[in-house]
């Protein structure tokens, strides 16, 4: 007999590693497994996890519809770091806990943002698919070295791509409310969000998505961006405004804007993915065996401390306040 019910949506959970799985086992778990390779609709949800007691998710939508329908939920786990795919108010009026895993991926996004940087400042996109064509073709790039970097969103991602930018000299911008003393030793600079995009070569985003940081490089931000930027965004698609960027993009103003996130998953078709000039990368920034581990068992640690009813070590702040705002 099962003590409790666990419903894992999230599709890569203990993919690299059976550990987290097996701890939920070893408590008494029964534990449903997403077995259609992707996140699910909110019915598909609803008819999984009505009776479940604990929700591990991935990039689903958990909406207040969802949340209402399970009576016995008494957690959403977040086998991830963002959140703003969960209706937090609403759990919280429903006395539903929600945990998601900060830190546990920062290295790998911050890895995906250098490779995503290295592909489009030279040209390895077009130089793979001419040389496998037979086509001797060396697009003309730009280096790294000694360039100045754009930090939009100095949290613990944030940090670990400047880390990595010190590896080649960069001068090094960041922009966000809260000021880390760990800047310091990195020699980020704290600028205005409009400054750090007329100085810098790339800007990289790391914000979360709120209300006040949706849409935060809109048409007048991005046409600050110097001629030739390169923009990589690893955090949320809603933080830029698609349609601008598009044309910026197609009329070559900025050089090339790697992307990670989307509106939907997978991606509903633009005309911008099309482009030479776009790299495209299925949410992976934090799908590497470590990270995956760390993921797994921290969304399980928090899962088991609040059916044992202990208090989970990443409780959720349901508040919108402590956010980088534009300045």
Partial sequence: ???????????????????????????????????????????????????????????????GKIIRSCAR????????????????????????????????NSHEVADLTFGLLHMLSRGLYIANEATKSGHWLKPMGVGLWGKTIGIVGVGKIGLAAAYRAMGYKMKILGFDCVKRPEAKEIGLDYVALDQLLQQS?????????????????????????KPGAI???????????????????????????GVDVYDFEPP?????????????????GGT????????????????????EKRTPPNLLAIHDELQALPS
């Fill in 268 to 284: 509903q078709l633009h005309p911008m993915f099309s482009l030479e000039n776009v790299i495209l990368t299925p949410h992976l």
């Fill in 73 to 104: 939920l008494k957690v959403i786990a977040k086998h991830g770091v963002g959140v703003d795919g969960i209706d937090s108010k609403t759990a919280a009026e429903c006395g539903v806990v929600v945990t998601n895993a900060p830190g546990v």
């Fill in 288 to 307: 590497c065996n470590e990270s995956n581990i760390r993921m797994g068992n921290t969304a399980v640690i928090n899962v088991i401390a609040v059916l």
């Fill in 1 to 63: 007999m099962y003590k409790w019910k666990v419903v894992v949506t999230a599709v890569t959970f203990a993919k690299a590693d059976p550990e987290p799985l097996q701890r939920l086992q070893a408590i008494g778990c029964e534990v449903i497994m997403n077995s259609l390779g992707r996140p699910l609709t909110e019915g598909e949800m609803i008819n999984a996890a009505q009776d479940a007691d604990a929700l591990i998710v991935g990039n689903d939508k958990v909406t």
């Fill in 201 to 225: 070569d790339f800007v990289s985003l790391h914000l979360p998505l709120t209300n006040k940081t949706r849409n935060i490089l809109d048409d007048g931000r991005l046409g600050l961006l």
């Fill in 231 to 257: 923009l990589i965004n690893t955090a949320r698609s809603q933080l830029v405004e698609y349609e601008t960027l598009y044309k910026a993009l197609l009329d070559g103003r900025i050089r090339g804007y």
